[in-house]
């Protein structure tokens, strides 16, 4: 159970679904690749995509964030009617190029770990992710649509995909 006082916020089956994309930033990690995940699921809480992250040099293409790939692969799958009452989980705060990502495809919600001044924390000026001050409530404040967020819930348990990662 977490302490963490934002996650009363969330059922439980949005915790469940966090949670699943904190283990899977764990695996891609093992994997070799950058502890990041992400899944889309529909109003039911059914997923409908799950990614890891594919951004790693030197084979992997930068602009393969877990976000972006998850989201990209719901659209493939889904209506934009349907994406409205979808939720994007994702174990860390999306960057701008994935909120971006988010609000083209119509993805009506966001629910995120880590936040993104929690990873520049852990990930300090590594070169591989040189983030963006840049939270994702401010990108799609900017847009004629709205995107409901909620986070950074659960921040303890996706930092530790991370811990020791980014030295």
Same mark, same amino acid.
């Given at each position: 159970?977490?302490?963490?006082?934002? !996650? !009363?916020?969330?059922?439980?089956?949005? $915790?469940?679904?966090?949670?699943?994309?904190?283990?899977?930033?764990?695996?891609?990690?093992?994997?070799?690749?950058?502890?990041?995940?992400?899944?889309?699921?529909?109003?039911? #809480?059914?997923?409908?995509?799950? *990614? #890891?992250?594919?951004?790693?040099?030197?084979? #992997?293409?930068?602009?393969?964030?877990?976000? $972006?790939?998850?989201?990209?692969?719901?659209? +493939?799958?889904?209506?934009?009617?349907?994406? *409205?009452?979808?939720?994007?989980?994702?174990?860390?705060?999306?960057?701008?190029?994935?909120?971006?990502?988010?609000?083209?495809?119509?993805? @009506?919600?966001?629910?995120? *770990?880590?936040?993104?001044?929690?990873?520049?924390? $852990?990930?300090?000026?590594?070169?591989?992710?040189?983030?963006?001050?840049?939270?994702?409530?401010?990108?799609?404040?900017? @847009?004629?649509? +709205?995107?409901?967020?909620?986070?950074?819930?659960?921040?303890?348990? !996706?930092?530790?995909?991370?811990? #020791?990662?980014?030295?």
């Amino acid at each position: 159970m977490s302490n963490d006082p934002g !996650a !009363a916020a969330l059922n439980a089956k949005d $915790l469940a679904l966090l949670r699943e994309t904190i283990a899977l930033s764990a695996r891609s990690r093992a994997d070799g690749r950058h502890p990041f995940a992400a899944l889309v699921a529909d109003g039911e #809480g059914n997923v409908v995509a799950r *990614a #890891g992250n594919n951004s790693m040099p030197p084979e #992997g293409d930068p602009t393969q964030h877990a976000e $972006l790939v998850a989201v990209a692969e719901a659209a +493939r799958r889904l209506t934009p009617e349907q994406l *409205a009452k979808c939720t994007l989980y994702t174990s860390a705060e999306p960057c701008c190029m994935c909120a971006g990502a988010v609000y083209w495809t119509n993805v @009506g919600r966001v629910v995120y *770990a880590l936040s993104e001044h929690k990873l520049l924390e $852990l990930t300090g000026s590594h070169p591989e992710n040189p983030t963006f001050s840049l939270p994702c409530r401010e990108v799609f404040a900017r @847009g004629q649509r +709205r995107v409901a967020v909620e986070g950074p819930m659960l921040e303890d348990e !996706a930092a530790r995909a991370h811990e #020791g990662f980014w030295k």
